[in-house]
């Protein structure tokens, strides 16, 4: 079992709802939602497109290149283009921290 890696902080979400981190050697997208935090692959899994970049509303990112939308909290691929799911990591709120677990 790995342990947890801290990434970032609330403060970083002061601008936006969604940051990208580097993780393990892994490009990471967090989403704050309603007090929570998830996380998955930054990279759209049908364009090369940098989800941290798309539109969250609610548990869902839309890619801003072709609007393919996945599921935050599982990662699931919800509408074409988008096929393929994400892959995605256990993410927790310590003191105002966010720590993600990388397997």
């Known amino acids: 079992m ?3 890696i801290d990434v970032a ?9 969604a940051i990208a981190v580097a993780a393990a050697g892994r490009e ?3 989403y704050l939602v309603e007090g929570e935090v998830f996380a998955t692959a930054n990279r759209c899994t ?3 497109a ?22 935050v909290r599982t990662g699931a691929a919800l509408c074409a283009p988008a096929t393929v799911a994400l892959a995605t990591y256990p993410a927790r709120i310590e003191s105002g ?5 990388i397997d």
């Open 50 to 71: 940098q989800l941290c970049e798309g539109f969250l509303e609610g548990h869902e990112i839309e890619c801003p290149f072709h609007q393919g939308r996945f599921d």
């Open 2 to 4: 790995s342990a947890w």
């Open 9 to 17: 902080s609330l403060d970083d979400f002061a601008a936006s709802d």
């Open 46 to 48: 049908h364009g090369d």
């Open 97 to 101: 921290r966010i720590e993600l677990r």
């Open 28 to 30: 990471i997208a967090i």
